[in-house]
């Protein structure tokens, strides 16, 4: 494993000696490995380090890989700090990334109460990259039944029902996909 800086190169660190020389870092850093496994192993053995050294963590970002790993990306760049580092595989060098005036130009927002036309949250929906499906069993599908929109963000565990009132958000509720039954009562959500 083979550490590059602009100011100067380290060769051959051993272990986990790599994740000690980067939790010790102070500026901002992007550390990249081979795949996604050892990126992930990496960026925990960093933050191991990093709580003893009481210093904050440093953020994984996954490969691009379905609905859940799209969502994960779109919340680790809507939510990072300038002073924040991060961990990936070599393979997100070649994958698109949003930057965050875009992801906050997409950001749908649901709230008990507001006014959205139905046709209007569905063209969102479809323009971020969410899919119609008859019932909704996976992140990233939504189902519009009359004045219920079913919707699973990539960014959450468990999916919303969306309930209108001609264009008012009448109630907004988290759901258990198994059960098809209500969990909790939202006021209000973001689907990034």
């Given at each position: 494993?083979?550490?590059?800086?602009?100011?100067?190169?380290?060769?051959?660190?051993?272990?986990?000696?790599?994740?000690?020389?980067?939790?010790?870092?102070?500026?901002?850093?992007?550390?990249?490995?081979?795949?996604?496994?050892?990126?992930?192993?990496?960026?925990?053995?960093?933050?191991?380090?990093?709580?003893?050294?009481s210093e904050d963590s440093v953020l994984f970002l996954p490969d691009a890989n379905g609905a859940a790993a799209l969502?994960?990306?779109?919340?680790?760049?809507?939510?990072?700090?300038?002073?924040?580092?991060?961990?990936?595989?070599?393979?997100?060098?070649?994958?698109?990334?949003?930057?965050?005036?875009?992801?906050?130009?997409?950001?749908?927002?649901?709230?008990?109460?507001?006014?959205?036309?139905?046709?209007?949250?569905?063209?969102?929906?479809?323009?971020?990259?969410?899919?119609?499906?008859?019932m909704v069993a996976e992140k990233g599908e939504y189902s519009r039944r009359g004045w219920i929109f079913d919707i699973?963000?990539?960014?959450?565990?468990?999916?919303?029902?969306?309930?209108?009132?001609?264009?008012?958000?009448?109630?907004?509720?988290?759901?258990?996909?198994?059960?098809?039954?209500?969990?909790?009562?939202?006021?209000?959500?973001?689907?990034?």
């Open positions: 494993q083979n550490l590059i800086s602009a100011d100067n190169r380290i060769y051959n660190l051993k272990g986990s000696s790599a994740a000690l020389l980067l939790a010790l870092e102070q500026r901002p850093f992007v550390a990249l490995e081979k795949d996604e496994a050892k990126a992930e192993e990496l960026q925990k053995d960093i933050n191991f380090y990093r709580k003893l050294l969502g994960a990306r779109v919340n680790i760049i809507h939510s990072m700090k300038d002073s924040d580092s991060i961990v990936t595989s070599l393979k997100n060098l070649s994958s698109t990334l949003w930057d965050k005036d875009s992801i906050e130009e997409s950001i749908i927002s649901i709230k008990k109460g507001s006014f959205l036309s139905r046709q209007q949250l569905e063209e969102s929906l479809v323009r971020t990259g969410y899919r119609n499906a008859a699973f963000p990539s960014t959450a565990e468990n999916p919303l029902r969306i309930e209108f009132f001609g264009d008012e958000t009448e109630s907004v509720k988290m759901f258990d996909v198994e059960t098809q039954r209500s969990a909790a009562d939202i006021e209000e959500f973001l689907i990034l």
